[in-house]
């Protein structure tokens, strides 16, 4: 594998962590407690320190290393995840998914991580501090196997371990020679086998004023606290003997830890493994392999034929037998490109705690149907559209709560993010239940910026003017705030929509809330039709917009302003034949007495469409008719039936 | 006659009893005649789509584009599937079977008799010892779709 299928990979695995990552604080927040969850996010880091470390991107190592330190801590309950800690580890987390994105964008993933190593350091050296105070104990180190192993060791030597925490004066100018200086009178005569913050962070100065180490040595602690006082700016030495927990308490430590650690790092592993199994395929050998699989299918048709004509019972079964498995082969491939939602909506919900608390607002975020499935290449593109969206209702949307209470809403706003199947298509919905769209104040704005004239002004709908704030150059909102006002308008969005084949519009109802409705086009996507014949032609109906199928006498229709109508369980609905619809050649010898009719329905509209027979329902895979037949009436696109033949699909919203 | 001296390489093809050239570059492959499914309400020379290894395929009757008399296909009958910038589209022609190099002082321009219509879908003349044959311009006929299809 050469070393971009590696950069890939590891750009792909690594945002995927620091998913997992923004999923898991934000669960931790509400179970503080939940210690499971501490160790998935541990191992998310974890995982991702070592594949920095392995790619060479120092920084995004030294992150997550900073990152896993302090989670470690909760871990061992030396540290609460309150909402100090609950922002440094997010903030680091973002920072992370930064150094990641300049790597997949070609950067070489370097970024100042002073200041977040710093915070996290400051959480972790805070939390000895307090637990020092709180519980006036030893000087808390955590200890892994390998510690505990050479400490033992030690002391078998005839050596005794210590932990000691040293502070170095405020004013210190040269705290890491400081540091240095320390270290070398504690190795004269033993080794320091581990300190907090780690030497490489020591040496780099980054830690405040004080810092922990272990040391094992055959020194007598007194002998050991002045020696390292001696050296100039040091304020206080604390030595404490590792021994009272080692060989007492440590004993028991030894016999409990590992196996309370191994019940508690299986148990979410096995579950990973039963719920997370996958492998990562590039996306265009599964074109080929769909498109490989469709010449089977066609050859399958074939064979089936030659079957038929040879009528030989044992080839008959056999291809019968390979029906049944290229059919269930086919369910598969399908499948196989489809991923849900969740993908993009994951990371909204962090988006939203972080903007909500900038602003001073409280923001419940809902979501829903997340795993409404879409093609991945249209998964890829609708993540940046939709963050603008959600900052829009949050920033624009949602009032701050003096005066929703104000309003007799309730304090917190309410923001509903919505996917779901319907038709051809996928419907992606952003809902607030915030202040809602000023007429007069878009109209000004569309008025000033040349959209309309001011005299038409009064004939537009809401409906219309509200559809203004897609224009380009529009803000209503006068004071630029940093998170919408970049500069960056709705018209954007819309457009990047639009390029994708999907339509947007916007709902608001003053004081009421606003609602966002974006409608994708499934352009690979599995869509469930009702196969019917037209003459010699197969069509497939979208079984979402049927109603129902019928048969009707042929002297049930009658005429409205010489349109064929026909009283459908009272409604009067337009009657239409698919033949004259789509000029289909048909040679009747005889009038038919009864029309098969598929009953047709876009919102409260319907029509009764005539066919001639029905041949039963379908999963198809909706395709393109390609570049040059981009605009065929009433016709959304097409799909290869079983035996290879191309059937078109009715876009009947167009015929209503 | 060395591959280097090439300027390109054409497939030859048949209308009627005239001969027509492609830039090989431009052809994805020959296919036999097959099924297609008519499309509606389209541009009268749009035969229909046909299904190409899991492809829709638009598919041209060049006779009924360039305005000859309509016959019934044969078995000699190839639809020439093009591949332009990633798009495809079909051109069903009589019969499709010699590729051919050819030089630079092969080619000369379309007559300037033939209608300002006629030339449109015409590239250049070639002339090839005793033949004779036309360059068809391939964009030319698959871009009169996009708008005639609407």
């Known amino acids: 594998m050469s070393h971009t299928e590696y950069l890939d990979m590891f750009i792909e695995e690594s945002q995927e962590h620091i998913q997992a990552i923004n999923v898991h604080l934000l669960e931790l927040e509400k179970q503080p407690e939940d210690e499971t969850v501490i160790g998935e996010i541990f191992r998310s880091a974890h995982t991702m320190k070592g594949m920095a470390g392995t790619m060479g991107y120092e920084d995004l190592t030294n992150v997550t290393h900073a990152l896993e330190n302090v989670l470690d801590q909760m871990r061992e309950k030396t540290r609460l995840a309150d909402a100090e800690t609950m922002d440094v580890l997010l903030e680091a987390a973002d920072v992370a998914e930064e150094i990641v994105e300049d790597i997949a964008s070609g950067g070489e993933g370097k970024k100042d991580i002073q200041a977040i190593t710093a915070k996290l350091l400051g959480q972790s050296m805070r939390s000895e501090a307090d637990k020092e105070t709180k519980e006036k104990s030893s000087i808390n180190m955590d200890w892994n196997e390998y510690d505990r192993a050479v400490i033992a060791q030690s002391v078998e030597s005839g050596m005794q371990g210590y932990t000691m925490q040293i502070t170095l004066a405020d004013n210190a100018m040269l705290k890491a020679a400081r540091a240095y200086m320390v270290f070398e009178a504690l190795e004269a005569d033993g080794h320091v086998i581990k300190s907090v913050p780690e030497a490489s962070d020591i040496e780099a100065e980054q830690f405040d004023n004080e810092f922990i180490v272990a040391v094992v040595t055959t020194a007598a602690k007194e002998d050991l606290v002045n020696r390292v006082a001696a050296v100039s700016e040091i304020e206080t030495v604390v030595a404490e003997e590792i021994e009272i927990t080692v060989s007492t308490d440590n004993e028991a430590r030894l016999e409990k830890t590992p196996s309370s650690e191994t019940k508690e790092s299986s148990s979410p592993e096995r579950k990973r493994a039963e719920t997370n199994k996958t492998i990562r395929v590039n996306i265009d050998r599964l074109d080929k392999l769909m498109n490989l699989f469709e010449e089977l299918v066609i050859d399958r048709g074939r064979l089936e034929r030659i079957s038929e004509e040879i009528r030989s019972s044992e080839l008959t079964e056999t291809v019968e037998r390979m029906s049944r498995t290229t059919g269930s082969l086919q369910e598969i491939i399908l499948h196989m490109r489809m991923v849900p939602v969740d993908q993009v909506f994951s990371r909204f919900p962090k988006m939203v705690r972080s903007l909500s608390r900038d602003l001073g607002k409280q923001i419940k975020l809902e979501v829903i149907g997340a795993e409404t499935e879409l093609d991945r290449s249209i998964i890829d593109e609708i993540g940046d559209p939709l963050v603008h969206l959600i900052r829009n209702s949050i920033d624009h949307g949602i009032e701050m709560p003096e005066k929703r209470r104000q309003n007799g809403k309730p304090e917190e706003g309410h923001v509903e993010l919505r996917a779901y199947h319907s038709g051809n298509h996928v419907y992606i919905e952003i809902e607030d239940d915030g202040g809602g769209i000023d007429r007069e104040r878009v109209l000004k704005k569309a008025v000033e910026n040349g959209v309309i004239a001011a005299e038409d002004a009064d004939t537009l709908t809401d409906y219309d003017v509200h559809q203004f704030i897609f224009s380009a150059g529009f803000s209503t909102v006068d004071e630029v705030t940093d998170l919408s006002g970049r500069g960056v308008g709705l018209d954007v969005v819309k457009n990047t929509f639009e390029s994708l084949g999907g339509v947007i519009s916007v709902h608001s109802e003053k004081g009421k809330g606003t609602r966002f409705s974006i409608q994708l086009p499934l352009t690979l996507s599995i869509i469930d039709v009702m196969l019917v014949d037209v003459g010699e032609e197969h069509y497939g109906l979208p079984l979402t917009s049927i109603v129902e199928t019928a048969s009707i006498k042929s002297s049930s229709i009658f005429y409205v302003h010489k349109r064929k109508m026909i009283d459908f369980r009272g409604n009067i609905i337009p009657v239409m034949f698919l033949e004259d619809v789509f000029e289909v050649p048909v040679e009747r010898e005889w009038d038919r007495e009864n029309y098969s009719v598929v009953v047709v329905h876009k919102g409260e509209k319907m029509a009764a469409l005539v066919v001639d027979s029905f041949i039963g329902q379908q999963d198809v895979v909706l395709k393109s008719l390609g570049h040059y037949l981009r605009d065929v009436r009433a016709i959304s696109g097409a799909t290869i039936l079983g035996d290879g033949n191309v059937a078109l699909i009715v876009d009947t919203n167009a015929l209503l | ?150």
């Open chain 2, 1 to 150: 006659m060395t591959e280097e001296n090439a300027v390109k390489k054409v497939i030859i093809f048949r209308l009627e009893t005239e001969e027509y050239g492609v830039e090989v570059t431009h052809v994805q492959s020959i296919e036999r005649m097959q099924n297609f499914t008519r499309i509606p309400n389209a541009e009268k020379s749009i035969r229909g789509v046909i299904n190409l290894r899991g492809v829709i395929i638009p598919i041209i009757d060049l006779r009924k584009r360039l305005s000859y008399e309509e016959v019934p296909y044969t078995e000699e009958t190839r639809i020439l599937i093009l591949a332009l910038e990633g798009n495809h589209a079909g051109l069903i022609v009589d019969a499709a079977n010699d590729v051919m190099d050819v030089f630079e002082s092969e080619i000369g321009a379309p007559p300037q008799a033939l209608s300002k219509e006629e030339q449109m879908y015409l590239k250049n003349v070639i002339k090839k010892e005793s033949r004779v044959f036309t360059l068809l311009n391939v964009h030319a006929v698959v871009e009169a779709l996009e708008t005639a299809s609407v």
